[in-house]
């Protein structure tokens, strides 16, 4: 059985940062992705980072590029998303996703969810 399990979610002021974790099990190889989405009140569901767990090749949708950072910790099973220099549009409940390893950053495409964690970001 393949579980996510979240973390890291909280309150920050405008300019702050935190680090989301996932913890990954279940998945009997390494040819999958982890991925990073975000669902703001309202809104749909966007991609924001995406991770390959077997050569930590890495991906950014445009309103994170050069402020969040995806990093993957094999010995622990673990992926992080650091979210640096953070805005009050990054404020949104955050989930981390796998599945088999492919690089269109679609919630559709993703079988295994984890419970989300809350991210808000206010002045």
């Known amino acids: 059985e393949v579980q996510l399990v979240e973390s890291g979610g909280g309150f920050v002021e405008v300019g702050g940062s935190l680090r989301l974790s996932c913890v990954v099990s279940?998945?009997?190889?390494?040819?999958?992705?982890v991925a990073w989405f975000r669902q703001a009140p309202g809104k749909e569901r966007e991609g924001v980072s995406e991770?390959?767990?077997?050569?930590?090749?890495?991906y950014y949708t445009s309103p994170v590029k050069g402020r969040f950072t995806i990093s993957m910790d094999n010995a622990k099973n673990t992926v992080y998303l650091q979210m640096n220099d953070l805005k009050p549009e990054d404020t949104a409940v955050y989930y981390c996703a796998a599945d088999l390893e492919n690089w269109r950053l679609l919630p559709t495409l993703f079988a295994y969810w984890g419970q989300g964690t809350e991210v808000t970001v206010s002045s």
């Open positions: 279940g998945f009997t190889d390494d040819d999958y992705t």
């Open positions: 991770i390959s767990v077997k050569s930590h090749v890495t």
